[in-house]
């Protein structure tokens, strides 16, 4: 059965989030693909995102908090978040951003019609400080080498699944400009086939 709806685990850093975090919680919430778990880091918050989180926390069991004692930054909050994880596949979404419904089942059909496939990505397009969509869509290429990702970081954080062993072989390194794009490269670089899904299944918000 875990072949067929693998368990996938959602890690999102938190810091100060309480104005976004909850629409980014109720697009997980409303994904299609339900075999999930939402791993959500707060790294030393002082609003009041902790008690938002916790709210949704009783009410579903998927969704569990863990809380820094200092802030520790994004990378080092996601890679917690990856060593708590018990899926065999690791998301990652900002607390500010919002997936479509369908973005983890179609990940989830792309895993079944490739199992050599270790990274998934998808198009996204953009939302504004009231949620309110551009008109803009990101296009991605189904198709992805590492010498096309070096000319340009095509994978966005929140639309990536990757499996969690190449994450806790290869963590991701201290904060410093574009570390997630570090990471990609980082796993290209060690063979790792990378697909895209050309549709805009999450939001970032600018």
């Known amino acids: 059965m875990s072949n067929v709806m693998p368990l ?5 850093p938190a810091y100060n989030s309480a104005k976004y975090i909850t629409e980014a919680i109720d697009s997980v919430l409303a994904q299609t693909y339900t075999n999930w778990e939402l791993i959500i880091i707060d790294d ?3 609003d009041n995102t902790v008690d938002i989180v916790r709210h949704f926390a009783d009410d579903d069991k998927r969704i569990s908090l863990l809380k820094n004692e200092k ?3 994004v990378s080092k909050s996601r890679n917690r978040g990856v060593a708590a994880a018990r899926g065999e596949w690791i998301a990652f979404l900002d607390s500010d951003d ?7 089942s179609e990940q989830v059909s792309k895993i079944h019609h490739n199992v050599d496939i270790s990274v998934i990505y998808t198009g996204y397009g953009f939302i504004n400080s009231l949620g309110i969509e551009n008109r803009y869509i990101f296009k991605v290429p189904e198709e992805l080498t590492l010498k096309k990702l070096l ?3 095509v994978i966005s954080t929140s639309g990536v699944i990757v499996k969690k062993f190449l994450l806790y072989e290869l963590p991701m390194s ?3 400009l574009h570390e997630d794009y570090i990471e990609w490269i980082r796993l290209l670089q060690k063979g790792c ?3 895209g899904i050309n549709k805009p299944l ?5």
């Open 71 to 73: 802030n520790l930054g």
């Open 98 to 104: 919002v997936w479509a419904k369908h973005k983890l």
């Open 202 to 206: 999450h939001f970032v918000r600018v």
């Open 8 to 12: 996938i685990s959602v890690i999102m």
């Open 44 to 46: 030393g918050s002082s």
């Open 193 to 195: 086939i990378a697909s």
């Open 151 to 153: 000319c340009q970081n």
């Open 174 to 176: 201290e904060d410093k």
